[in-house]
């Protein structure tokens, strides 16, 4: 009975002991603020985006979409979009055909150029005002602000005109490549390619032009072919045929005193590829990167057995990834400059961004041909 009372005693002690203990001190009960002002961030501004749920056609999945403010982390750049371009690949990306895509639901766009909007309290060499494009490129540029770290972002010259920054990377990053990496061109060569009023066309022109190299250009057969071959040669080209003036037995016989080209382009497939290696000298090499023809590519016996011709692909992703790339942003900055100099232009038109519908179906072929277009903030 003794033990027991003690115990009762010693636990009343105790309760009277912290009933009568100054309350814990306040910074006990400040700690959980403590903890979420740790962990609080800047947020982006609310963002409008044209995203899709599922692969389909551009024109029935994507959405114009409200989305809520981001965190911009210790190394994160904030960035409200200037402008960004519609291009083939990016529809093929919505469409689900594309060899690399974003999971969806995703946000369309893969190019384009900002402005910093805002840094993370880590990011050195960038800040409000700056013009930055994403190098190489990402995923989800067709959006008011887009939140990325600073590792993504390309500090640019602002004196640039917008729809160029907006563009330069896909298309006349691919014509440089492709212009460098397959055969040793010199001033006086010449090179030889169809689909010649694409972008990626226009800018192997211009490039070739640059380096006193001669080309060769093959477009389709319709109406207003006479202006289209002005406007080609008034940026350069040399020589500029449809595709029926060459249904001869001997091309070679149109170039006069251009030498047979010893590198080809080609982006369309079908006869409109075997008619780029009809010209190619002795050993030449045609460079694949698109077909917008969905037709093969037919090689005859004879041009792979008496000409020695080499078919070769190209993709600027898969470059991208290579060691090369780490060059990549001084390959930008050329051709940037070469942009503000005159030396490099090509047809687009600006669309303000909520009237991206129109945009879109202009890029899709709905209202015939149309210039790239390019998405205006």
């Not at 910074?27 to 501004?45: D, E, G, K, Q, W």
């Not at 070739?208 to 350069?236: C, F, P, T, W, Y």
């Not at 072929?365 to 903030?377: D, E, T």
């Amino acid at each position: 009975m003794a033990t027991a009372r003690l115990v009762h005693l010693k636990a009343a002690l105790h309760r009277r002991t912290w009933a009568s203990s100054p309350a814990p001190p306040p910074a006990l009960f400040r700690l959980p603020n403590i903890v979420v002002r740790a962990f609080s961030t800047t947020m982006s501004p609310p963002s409008k985006a044209i995203v899709y749920d599922e692969q389909g056609s551009p024109d029935a999945v994507c959405k114009v979409r409200e989305l809520p403010p981001v965190p911009i982390k210790d190394n994160d750049v904030c960035v409200r979009m200037l402008a960004a371009p519609i291009n083939p690949s990016d529809v093929n990306r919505i469409e689900g055909v594309y060899p690399v895509r974003p999971p969806v639901p995703a946000i369309g766009g893969y190019e384009g150029v900002g402005e910093v909007h805002a840094v993370g309290p880590a990011v050195k060499g960038l800040g409000p005002g700056d013009w930055v494009i994403p190098s190489p490129p990402s995923s989800g540029t067709w959006q008011t602000y887009v939140v990325k770290e600073q590792s993504v972002w390309h500090r640019i010259d602002k004196s640039t005109p917008m729809e160029y920054a907006a563009t330069i990377t896909v298309n006349p990053l691919t014509a440089l490549r492709m212009l460098e990496d397959f055969v040793d061109l010199k001033s006086g060569d010449a090179v030889v390619q169809n689909g010649a009023t694409s972008i990626v066309g226009q800018c192997i022109i211009q490039l070739a032009r640059v380096r006193g190299i001669h080309s060769i250009n093959i477009i389709r057969d319709r109406a207003g072919s006479d202006e289209v071959k002005q406007k080609l040669k008034e940026l350069g080209a040399d020589e500029v045929f449809t595709e029926s003036q060459l249904d001869v037995k001997n091309v070679k016989s149109l170039l006069a005193d251009i030498p047979e080209p010893a590198l080809g382009f080609n982006c369309v497939g079908g006869n409109a590829a075997s008619l780029v290696l009809k010209f190619l000298k002795y050993g030449g090499t045609m460079v694949t990167y698109g077909g917008m023809s969905k037709k093969p590519i037919t090689v005859s016996t004879s041009s792979f057995i008496f000409k020695d011709l080499s078919l070769r692909g190209f993709w600027l992703q898969k470059w991208m990834s290579s060691e090369k790339a780490k060059e990549c942003r001084d390959m930008i900055d050329y051709l940037l400059s070469l942009t503000r100099s005159g030396e490099l232009k090509y047809e687009m038109e600006l669309c303000p961004f909520d009237q991206f519908p129109t945009a879109l179906d202009k890029a899709l072929g709905k209202l015939g041909s149309q210039p790239k277009q390019v998405i205006k903030f």
